[in-house]
């Protein structure tokens, strides 16, 4: 077992009855990365991140956070990790603070100064008394990323933390996982379907494209690779991955 990773996602597959799905993902997120899983809509991801989160099994393969399994070390594996599905749902009519404390209570060991830390961290601490009800949008998420960090967990898995977000909000979010993995040394696992945003935040990255991870690497060396920007590199990747399934499709009624 190597201590230094994060996430070990080996030989992951999940095929729905309409067929679609994810293919054998394997990927490795390294302890101080920000890793960004991008894909256009549909290409899986919020699949994987919910086998990683236990909510579904997969058919095929396994995933371990910091060694354990998922599938049968859940509560180890998840003991530290953070994780946010989607929207950030939260109790509108209490207040921030309130359901931070109710996520904390989760974790009786935490000291009562976190709370603070947290409202802190995410830039709520003016905001903390007022009804969630009252907040907006970003606020909203940047709540839900506070109650999955309260834990202080080593590594947050955010599936696409932005998505319905307006600009400002946007912006926020994307600060907040900067001055996170800055400040605390969070490692960061986030997917998204919009590739701007996975430059400006990840230094790792993960292109899944109908259920299959087709390229994978450092930031710097994709965007060094592509020459200008990973939107033009990411369509060239998907017409080399179209022409490839071309040419296979050919061979077969050939043969
Ligand atoms: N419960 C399900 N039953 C059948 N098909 C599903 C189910 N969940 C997802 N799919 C299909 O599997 C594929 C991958 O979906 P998934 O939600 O993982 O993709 P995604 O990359 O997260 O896309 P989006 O950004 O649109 O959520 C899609 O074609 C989707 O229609």
Redesign the pocket.
Same mark, same amino acid.
């Given at each position: 077992m190597n201590a230094e990773i994060a996430l070990d996602i080996q030989g992951l597959s999940k095929t729905?009855? $309409?067929k679609?799905?994810?293919d054998d993902i394997t990927l490795q997120v390294a302890r101080g990365d920000v890793y960004g899983f991008f %894909?256009? $809509?549909?290409?899986?991801? @919020?699949?994987?991140m919910k086998i990683i989160a236990g909510l579904i099994k997969p058919d095929r393969g396994h995933v371990r956070l910091f060694g354990h399994d998922v599938g049968d070390q859940y509560e180890l594996a998840m003991s530290q990790a953070g994780v946010l599905i989607e929207k950030a749902e939260a109790f509108e009519y209490m207040s921030g603070r309130r359901n931070l404390e109710l996520a904390a209570r989760l974790y009786p060991g935490l000291p009562k100064t976190r709370i603070d830390e947290v409202l802190e961290l995410v830039g709520l601490a003016a905001s903390g008394r007022e009804k969630v009800g009252h907040y907006s949008l970003g606020m909203k998420q940047r709540l839900g990323i506070a109650c999955a960090l309260v834990s202080k967990p080593k590594l947050l898995i955010l599936d696409?933390p932005t998505n319905g977000l307006d600009i400002e909000s946007m912006v926020e979010v994307r600060e907040l996982i900067k001055r996170l993995a800055a400040q605390e040394r969070t490692t960061f696992f986030v @997917?998204s379907?919009l590739i701007s945003e996975m430059e400006m935040i990840c230094n790792r990255i993960g292109i899944?494209h109908e %259920?299959k991870l087709i390229r994978e690497g450092g930031m710097a060396e994709l965007l060094q690779e592509s020459g200008q920007s990973l939107e033009t590199y990411f369509v060239a990747q998907l017409r080399i991955e179209r022409e490839g399934a071309r040419h296979e499709s050919a061979a077969v009624q050939y043969h």
């Open positions: 729905y009855r $309409n679609r799905g994810i %894909g256009p $809509n549909g290409a899986g991801k @919020s699949t994987v696409e @997917s379907h899944l %259920g």
